[in-house]
């Protein structure tokens, strides 16, 4: 990918000179917000999986920090196709990011307000985040010693970008520990989500997934994966969900822009279900593999071709 383009404010520029500065704000106090967006290729050509949903919460989650935005909407939808359009053909992943730049006297300081806002659109490629296996026979996860902040603490409905310092070192300790995610419990001690993924389980036949005061990040695949649910026939709730809960479910997934809808056959040890894809999950996959690639008609509103 060292050969596509990079747009930086308002303009597209090589991969290499694609640079900052040292003394960046929000390199220093981790004030920028971003958003991570899927590609797919269809046969009307590339087209990026809601594109104007993920462009609303960007704008949004740079409102919640006091961050003026110095591009409109429409403007921030159209450099994406435009990165898109000047992107190669593995790239399958959008990577908006605004952020806090360089006080113009070189001022380090937590105060951000004196800084520029600079805003950059990047495609990547991601593949397979979890791993092409786990899809099938399921993700192994650890529940990690990291707790994720309370609402009190952090903009848990904002991606920004200090907040996911808890999801790194929770992915790393996963890692270490031979697994492939985390999950995260919040200040109640009850479920909130992975590292970058929303969770859901599923119990005779209805499917649970923890509501927003439970510390989550209000997803877009979440939120797409509801509507597929139910389009199918299943009941989804919203509630605090319990740890052991987890352990005794049917079934156990996780959904996001990277992990898509992946499967978790085991948490701490303990094998969900049958350790594997079980079937409600594998019908939401197949229904949302068919969506994010234009076979299902009813969901092309979804699709930004570009």
């Avoid at 991570?36 to 104007?52: M, N, P, Q, S, V």
């Avoid at 959904?255 to 999950?281: C, F, H, N, Q, Y």
Wanted: hydrophobic share 40%; proline share 4%; charged share 25%.
């Amino acid at each position: 990918m060292n050969d596509s383009k990079i747009w930086m404010d308002g303009q597209l520029v090589d991969f290499k000179d694609a640079k900052v500065h040292v003394l960046t704000h929000c390199l220093h106090y981790g004030s920028g917000v971003f958003e991570g967006i899927r590609i797919y290729d269809t046969k009307k050509g590339r087209a990026i999986f809601r594109l104007e949903d993920h462009m609303v919460r960007f704008m949004n989650s740079a409102k919640a920090i006091s961050m003026p935005m110095p591009y409109e909407l429409d403007e921030l939808c159209e450099a994406c196709r435009e990165v898109v359009r000047a992107a190669p053909p593995e790239g399958d992943y959008l990577r908006p990011l605004a952020f806090f730049g360089m006080n113009p006297t070189g001022n380090i300081g937590v105060n951000p307000l004196k800084s520029p806002v600079n805003v950059v659109i990047a495609c990547t490629h991601m593949g397979a985040y979890v791993g092409k296996e786990q899809l099938e026979k399921g993700a192994k996860i650890i529940t990690s010693s990291w707790e994720k902040p309370s609402n009190r603490a952090a903009m848990l409905n904002a991606k920004v970008c200090g907040n996911y310092i808890n999801s790194v070192v929770a992915r790393v300790e996963a890692i270490k520990r031979g697994a492939d995610e985390a999950l995260m419990l919040n200040a109640n001690g009850t479920v909130a989500e992975g590292t970058g993924e929303n969770i859901f389980m599923v119990k005779k036949g209805l499917i649970i997934t923890p509501d927003l005061s439970s510390g989550v990040l209000e997803g877009i695949t979440r939120d797409s994966v509801m509507t597929i649910a139910k389009d199918l026939g299943y009941n989804v709730i919203e509630k605090q969900i319990t740890r052991s809960e987890l352990y005794l479910a049917d079934e156990v997934l996780m959904t996001g822009t990277a992990a898509e809808v992946t499967p978790i056959g085991s948490i701490d040890d303990v094998l969900i279900g049958e350790g594997k894809a079980g079937p409600i999950t594998k019908a939401i996959q197949k229904k949302f593999a068919a969506a994010v690639v234009g076979k299902e008609p009813k969901y092309k509103a979804w699709l930004d071709l570009v």
